[in-house]
């Protein structure tokens, strides 16, 4: 019993259901990192004038899912302090973010007193995230 495989064609299933391209959109869980270069002579000045002289490393929570890497990255440099690493997970509505930083001086007194709160500002709305050591 032989089969001629010319003649045979294969059936489309009408349930079936096609797929269709994805969004590419970062899912749940995923890590980033955004490691610095190396820190400039210009910027060591500037580093030692404005910044304190020792890294920490924070942890900020509840930051909206939706803002880019680069966006918080921007926010705590201009907000908190100078960033050397950071590496943000996401998790559902929110994300995670891990930091190295060098704390400003104004920033360095509020850290030491207890403040636990970061308000930074976006589109003119405020957010509050919470910091602590990791």
């Not at 489309?12 to 970062?26: F, G, H, M, S």
């Not at 580093?47 to 490393?57: C, N, Q």
């Not at 909206?64 to 690493?85: C, H, K, M, T």
Request: charge should be positive; charged fraction near 35%.
């Amino acid at each position: 019993m032989e089969i001629d495989n010319e003649k045979q064609t294969k059936k489309k299933c009408p349930n079936k259901k096609r797929k269709r391209a994805r969004v590419q959109q970062v899912k749940n869980g995923t890590i980033n990192v955004t490691e610095l270069g190396m820190i400039g002579d210009d910027d060591k000045d500037r580093l030692e004038k404005h910044f304190t002289d020792r890294s920490r490393d924070i942890t900020f929570y509840d930051i909206p899912a939706y803002w880019s890497d680069d966006e918080i990255f921007a926010q705590l440099r201009d907000n908190v302090g100078f960033v050397e690493y950071m590496r943000t997970k996401r998790c559902h509505k929110y994300k995670t973010v891990r930091v190295t930083l060098r704390f400003s001086n104004e920033y360095e007194k509020i850290y030491k007193e207890g403040g636990v709160n970061v308000s930074l500002t976006r589109n003119g709305r405020q957010y509050f995230i919470r910091m602590f050591d990791s």
